[in-house]
């Protein structure tokens, strides 16, 4: 077995995934919209295991991210300014964050992925 083999088993084995291989666009930190993104293991600290899969469910990115996102993040994600955030939060058409902490909100990933996705 190749040390790419062992590393997509050891995967499918810890994560209870069913990864066919590596995508040929594994670690070249371009992902395509295309891209499936599992979270497989939340840390409980705003930490997660993000694992990103292509169509073919081949491994394109294993990675630690945030899964928590604030202002800045969020309206990178929307492609917009964090005063467009602030402007759509004070006039009620955005989602509830998640989280309400002295520096501000906070909404997890999928809230945000969630109200894009359902904008577009």
């Known amino acids: 077995m190749s040390e790419a083999e ?34 497989v293991k939340d840390f409980g600290n705003g930490l997660g295991r993000v694992v990103y899969v292509d169509p073919q469910n081949r491994l394109i990115a294993n990675r630690m991210e945030p899964l928590v996102v604030g202002l800045a993040e969020t309206a990178a994600m929307l ?35 969630k109200y894009r996705d359902a904008r577009s």
């Open 6 to 39: 062992d590393y997509i088993n050891s995967l499918n084995q810890e994560y209870g995934l069913s990864l066919t291989g590596l995508s040929p666009l594994y670690e070249s930190m371009k992902l395509p919209k295309t891209a499936i993104r599992n979270v």
């Open 79 to 113: 492609g917009w300014s964090k005063q467009q955030v602030s402007e759509y939060i004070k006039r009620d058409k955005f989602p509830e964050p998640a989280l309400r902490l002295a520096s501000g909100p906070l909404w997890t990933i999928e809230q945000i992925e």
